[in-house]
């Protein structure tokens, strides 16, 4: 009997890293994509930009989106009342490069967003007035 179990629990444990070191070579792969909300400098950013099925949105207010903006960004203002009913209207398997003033709104929207089922979210640190001083 002590036999069988021991069997048991070899097989098992055998099974458990196994499966632990199939999901670190997943993650350690370089075709492996970041998940989440990464915080990116301004290069990092411009250089999102240039990729493929990427969606840059500005959650800024529209008296701030009217002083300027990134061109081609959608807008969709963090701070009213229908964001969240807004952001299930966009396509949840596309990047999102998320900016707002200074940094801390966008990263609020990108929890709303990853709360919502977006995957691959970017949020620009230091915000649109960071983007402004490298120019």
């Not at 994509?33 to 800024?60: H, S, T, W, Y």
């Not at 990134?70 to 969709?76: D, F, R, S, V, Y």
């Not at 701070?79 to 952001?87: M, N, P, V």
């Not at 707002?100 to 929890?111: E, L, N, W, Y």
Request: overall charge neutral; glycine content about 6%.
């Amino acid at each position: 009997m002590k036999k069988y179990f021991y069997g048991i629990f070899m097989f098992s444990l055998l099974l458990a890293c196994n499966a632990q070191h199939e999901t670190k070579d997943a993650a350690s792969s370089p075709a492996a994509k970041p998940q989440g909300i990464q915080d990116v400098d301004v290069a990092a950013f411009k250089a999102k930009m240039q990729e493929e099925n990427v969606v840059l949105l500005d959650v800024r207010t529209p008296k701030e989106v009217a002083a300027g903006k990134i061109e081609g960004a959608l807008e969709i203002d963090v701070l009213a009342a229908d964001f969240e009913a807004k952001i299930q209207n966009l396509e949840k398997d596309k990047t999102y490069l998320v900016y707002c003033k200074a940094g801390s709104r966008s990263a609020r929207a990108c929890k709303a967003m990853e709360k919502a089922g977006f995957q691959d979210l970017y949020n620009l640190k230091g915000g649109y007035t960071a983007w402004n001083s490298k120019d």
